[in-house]
């Protein structure tokens, strides 16, 4: 059986969904491409992937790094509101802490825990067990962008962000068998990420879900 190339859509056709509980901004699962009411998009800065040991709140992050066999690069991903630019920091160091644990063959990555909780956590490391099982690791390159954060009037944070995987690649590590991502518009995923504040001022992703082809 050929597993797909995709590296979120990879799950999704195995699985059935990379995370099970979706979030959204009210409640209601809006269309794949609509925006988030009342979100700011940010400014045009790019922004590369960048170890986040150190922060001005003062919490004590994992570094987490990835190899140059591999880049997730963030464009846009600023804001002008400290509060939501504090969603994007959080959510950035979330996915990349993913990537390094699908890299590293580590399912229980303590970087992974620290970023994500409840449902995000478990399904979490379901998928970055499924690239340890099959002997995978991820090259290439992927375009996080289009980030769009809000906080909810129950103080939960809701973001949308869309990820363009269509320049990355798995890499047995055995064979070295390399399996080229799509070039379709399914290889454009939007994540959907609700997170919750900790008394430490982490911004924990709690529940996820993504979208195939939701950004294109």
Same mark, same amino acid.
């Given at each position: ?12 056709? !195995?699985?059935? !969904? ?5 979030? @959204?901004?009210?409640?209601?699962? /809006? ?17 590369? =992937? ?10 004590? #992050? +994992?570094?987490?790094?990835? +190899? ?12 002008? %509101? &400290?509060?939501?630019? !504090?969603?994007?920091? /959080?959510? #950035? ?10 890299? @590293?063959?580590? +399912? /229980? =990555? %303590? ?5 994500? &909780? ?5 399904? @979490? #490391? ?6 340890? %099982? =099959? ?11 289009? +980030?769009? *954060? ?18 990355? =690649? ?11 991502? *799509? ?23 709690? &529940?996820?879900?993504?979208?195939? @082809?939701?950004?294109?």
């Amino acid at each position: 059986m050929n597993r797909p190339a995709r590296l979120v859509t990879a799950v999704l056709t !195995a699985s059935a !969904a990379l995370l099970l509980t979706a979030c @959204g901004s009210g409640g209601s699962d /809006d269309k794949s491409s609509d925006r988030i009411k009342g979100a700011d998009a940010g400014d045009t800065k790019t922004s590369s =992937s960048a170890p986040a040991s150190a922060s001005p709140d003062g919490v004590k #992050r +994992p570094e987490i790094t990835l +190899p140059k066999t591999f880049q997730a690069n963030f464009e846009s991903w600023t804001n002008s %509101d &400290s509060k939501l630019q !504090a969603i994007l920091n /959080d959510s #950035r160091e979330e996915l990349r802490a993913k990537y390094a644990a699908i890299i @590293g063959a580590n +399912p /229980d =990555s %303590d970087a992974v825990a620290f970023y994500d &909780s409840e449902a995000s956590l478990t399904t @979490g #490391r379901k998928w970055i067990k499924q690239f340890t %099982d =099959s002997g995978d690791s991820i090259i290439g390159s992927v375009r996080a962008f289009h +980030p769009q *954060p809000l906080i909810s009037d129950t103080g939960s944070g809701v973001l949308y962000y869309c990820v363009d995987e269509r320049q990355a =690649s798995t890499k047995n590590r055995k064979t070295g068998k390399i399996v080229k991502t *799509p070039d379709k518009p399914e290889s454009l995923i939007q994540y959907r990420l609700r997170l919750d504040k900790t008394s430490q001022g982490v911004w924990k992703t709690t &529940s996820l879900t993504t979208v195939a @082809g939701g950004c294109g």
